[in-house]
């Protein structure tokens, strides 16, 4: 069973930036697909930023831009790096990883964007 441990959440002012990070304990991280979701209050789960085990990223249409997905593979490590937030951007942010049809999340943080 791998875990994901996500940190960095908070409360930010609109405009303010965040770095999320998510810690991985699977030996084999450099293998796994990573995604960052987020859930909105009484929204549903939606994809924010993936990134492949070879480093290619992809991202919704509203966080280009703004948001950045990057990895660490030595530390077992995926950041969301989140600039210009919005207050629709308030969420719960989960971290997933994918590995040949296993799928592992993480708890989720709690990102509030408010004046």
């Known amino acids: 069973q791998v875990q994901l441990v996500e940190s960095g959440g908070g409360l930010v002012q609109p405009g303010g930036s965040l770095r999320l990070s998510c810690t991985a304990s699977?030996?084999?991280?450099?293998?796994?697909?990573m995604g960052w979701y987020r859930q909105g209050p009484g929204k549903e789960r939606e994809l924010v930023a993936s990134?492949?085990?070879?480093?290619?990223?992809s991202y919704a249409d509203s966080v280009k831009g703004r948001f950045t997905i990057s990895r660490d593979n030595a530390k077992k490590t995926v950041y969301l790096q989140m600039t210009s937030l919005k207050l629709e951007d308030t969420a719960v942010y989960y971290c997933?990883?994918?590995?040949?049809?296993?799928?592992?999340w993480g708890q989720g943080t709690q990102v509030t964007v408010s004046p």
């Open positions: 699977t030996l084999i991280f450099d293998y796994y697909a």
């Open positions: 997933k990883g994918s590995y040949y049809g296993s799928t592992y």
């Open positions: 990134i492949s085990n070879t480093g290619s990223t």
